[in-house]
C-alpha cells in the first residue's frame, strides 16, 4: 500500500422520505422520476471502513461480520469502480459494514449503507470530501442513499436523463425542527418485493405511472413548504397523500404489488383516530415494506408510541429525531 492510501471511515444514518421516489428517469444512471423529500434519522446508524489492499484480487465485503453475498459485493464493486476510476487507482479493498439499528427494527439499511460506503470509499481514495459528488455516488447506487448524506432535511431532486451529477440538496438542518418518527415494526410477513424491483415493475405494467409521476412533484413542493414553514399539518397531508398515491400506483400493477399486512392499516387507521381525537397531531407513511413511520412533534412521541403499541400485529417502536449527515470518522 502507498502513503497515499489510508483506510476510510465514515459513518451514515438511515432517512424516511416524507415525498416519496418511486420510478426512475434513467434506469442506467439509476435518476430517480420524481422528486423526494427526507428526514435523515438519528439512531439508525451504519458504519463502514474501506481499506485498500495490495493483496487481494477481488474487493471483500462484510455485512455485520459476515461475508456478504455474491451479488451484494458486486455493487459494492461497481461504486469502488466508479471512485477508482475518478481517482486513478487499481487496489482492490476489503469493506467492513455494521449496522447499529435497534435490533430487528424491519428498517432497510441501504441507504446508510451506500452513503457510508460512498464516503469511505472516496477517503481511501484520497479525494478530498465533497457532499455533492459523495451524494451523486450514493445516488447511483441507490437513490435514497444520497438524501443519507445529508443531516435534517434533505431533498433529492427529479433526474434528466444522462444527468449523472444528480445529487441530493440539504432543505434544512437538524435544528431547524425536533420532529420524531415513530416507526411501527409490524408482524413480518412474506418478504416484499424490494424497491428496485417494484418500481421497474410498477413502471412497465401500472396504468397510473404516468398519474404518479405527474402528481408527485407537487405533494414534493407541498412538503418542501410546509418544513420551511414548520407547519407539521401542511407536511403530514401532503406527506400522506404521497405514500397512498405510491401505494396506489403499485397496486395497480399486474400483478399488484401489495406492501401492507393487516398490522399496516390497523396502524394507519390508529395514526388517522389520534388525530381526529385530536390526542396528536401525527400523520403515517409507508416505503416498499409493511411498517408504518408515524411523524409528529417530539412532544407527543411518547404518545404515539404507547397508543401504536397497542395495534394488534405491531411488534415495537423505534423512536427518531432527525440526525445529522455523513460523517468521516
Ligand atoms: C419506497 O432508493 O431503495 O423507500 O434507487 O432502486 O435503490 P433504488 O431504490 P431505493 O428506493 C426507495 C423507495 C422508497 C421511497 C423513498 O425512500 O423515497
Known sequence: MSTTQRIGRARARANIALAKYWGKADVERNLPAVPSISMTLDPLTTET?????????????????????????????????????????????RIESQNHFPTASGLASSASGF????????????????????????????????????????????????????AALPLAPVEHWGLCIVVAVTAEGRKAVGSTDGMTHTKLTSPYYDAWVEAAPALAAEVRAGILARDLGQVGRAMEQSTLAMHA??????????????????????????????RAEVYATMDAGPHVKA???????????QALSEVPGVLRTILAGPGPGVELV
Open 115 to 166: 452513503a457510508a460506503l460512498a464516503a469511505a470509499a472516496r477517503c481511501a481514495a484520497g479525494l478530498p470530501f465533497d457532499a455533492a459528488a459523495t451524494s451523486a455516488l450514493a445516488r447511483r447506487s441507490s437513490a435514497s442513499a444520497a438524501r443519507s448524506v445529508y443531516g435534517g432535511y434533505v431533498e433529492l431532486p427529479a433526474g434528466l436523463p444522462g444527468d449523472d451529477a444528480l
Open 49 to 93: 471502513s474501506v481499506e485498500p489492499r495490495a493483496d487481494l484480487l477481488r474487493d471483500e465485503l462484510i455485512l455485520n461480520g459476515t461475508p456478504a453475498a455474491a451479488v451484494e459485493v458486486a455493487r459494492a464493486t461497481q461504486l469502488l469502480d466508479r471512485v477508482r476510476a475518478e481517482a486513478g487507482v487499481h487496489w482492490r479493498a
Open 249 to 278: 400506483c403499485a397496486l395497480a400493477a399486474a400483478p399488484g404489488l401489495i406492501y401492507f399486512q393487516p398490522a399496516t392499516l390497523a396502524a394507519f387507521a390508529r395514526v388517522r383516530a389520534l388525530r381526529s381525537e385530536r
Open 295 to 305: 411523524l409528529c412533534h417530539a412532544a407527543d412521541a411518547t404518545a404515539v408510541s
